[in-house]
């Protein structure tokens, strides 16, 4: 008898993201705001009698092998349950491959949660983000949704306070960004710095890349600033701004906070930062790139405003949505169907 089960797999947006020195695992550290969006793939996930895991997929890049995170997820949950099956996972792939929105984190979750749901099995919550974690940086953040601080590697995860969705446009270029390939730029970038600034001797044998990040503080200064007005101030009070209610997801961004990977992304990739500029022309409020990239997105004051830009983008010729924020119960009321 097989079992079938069917899951959204939502996107995720980086409100913020700076970049911390290299540690002794290969990994950086990483202060992010993880913020799930209304986008998403489908997963289809069947389990029967058996043993194997088959992955099926139009889009000719998302691999077929183990590599694939939904592979890998489903291969460790079965362990984890102590339980033998022939898994068939569908991906219906709607996000794009390589975007900076966490499509492929995204699948390995809904697969996880659709394999459960197949074999009417549940592990246990800390079971579960184990699993996520050892499989890839940004999959614990699926395992919450809705606005999540993010930090060491990414995959430590904290829910924050949700508030009011807000209404975005994702322009997605036709370029793959390596992030592998961004932190190398980063970490050669913070070195040249390093080196232009130094004053010690120049007899020094070894230049080391400066082992805190500014800029990590600053948004760390930033965000514990906006949740304090947030949990400080009267719901009624907080939203109005001159008369009308505001998001008062704005009074994050506004804080300044950016994305570290746009120093190394944009000089090489011309395009997005051009896609940048086209959101802001087109009424964003705050649009900047999504993790390591090729994503982009930009926050509007309405939804009708949003359409109107996604509209205007793509009669310039940007492949662009308009979509908007999930709140943590969106995400979960949504993401198994």
């Given amino acids: 008898m097989t079992t079938t089960a069917v899951a959204r797999s939502f996107a995720k947006i980086n409100l913020g993201l700076y970049i911390g020195p290299p540690r002794a695992d290969g990994f ?3 202060l992010t705001v993880y913020q799930t969006i209304g986008l998403h793939d489908v997963i289809r996930i069947s389990a029967a009698r058996g043993r194997g ?3 099926r997929c139009d889009d000719p ?3 077929r092998d ?3 995170t939904c592979s890998r997820i489903v291969e460790k949950v079965l362990a984890a349950l102590q339980m033998t099956s022939r898994v068939a996972i569908e991906i219906e792939k709607r996000l794009p491959v390589q975007g900076g929105l966490g499509g492929a984190s995204a699948n390995a979750v809904a697969a996880l949660l659709g394999l459960e749901r197949a074999l009417r099995k549940r592990l246990p919550a800390t079971e579960r983000l184990k699993i996520a974690a050892e499989v890839g940086s940004d999959l614990p953040l699926f395992l919450v949704g809705g606005k999540v601080l993010g930090v060491g590697r990414g995959e430590q995860v904290y829910p924050l306070p949700d508030l009011p969705p807000i209404a975005c446009v994702v322009v997605t270029p036709e370029v793959r960004v390596s992030t592998p390939k961004a932190f190398a730029e980063w970490d050669r970038m913070q070195g040249l710095k390093a080196f232009s600034t130094r004053t010690s001797s ?3 044998p070894k230049l080391t890349v400066p082992a805190a990040s500014d800029k990590m503080n600053k948004l760390g200064r930033g965000l514990s600033a906006w949740l304090s007005e947030l949990h400080s101030s009267a719901p009624s009070d907080f939203l109005k701004r001159g008369g009308r209610a505001e998001n008062p997801l704005l009074e994050l961004v ?4 950016e994305n570290d990977f746009e120093q190394v992304v944009f000089p090489e990739f011309p395009e997005l930062r051009d896609g940048k500029r086209a959101l802001e022309h087109a009424g964003a409020k705050y649009a900047s790139l999504s993790g390591s990239g090729s994503a982009l997105y930009g926050l509007f004051a309405s939804r ?6 996604a509209a205007k983008l793509r009669k310039q010729g940007w492949a662009a949505q308009a979509t908007a924020t999930l709140t943590r119960r969106q995400y979960w009321s949504r993401v198994v169907g």
Avoid: C, K, Q
């Fill in 28 to 30: 950086h550290e990483l």
């Fill in 53 to 55: 895991i088959e992955i």
């Fill in 61 to 63: 890049r998302v691999p």
């Fill in 66 to 68: 183990e590599s694939n």
């Fill in 202 to 204: 120049p007899f020094e």
């Fill in 254 to 257: 506004r804080a300044g906070i």
């Fill in 304 to 309: 009708e405003a949003a359409e109107r830009a």
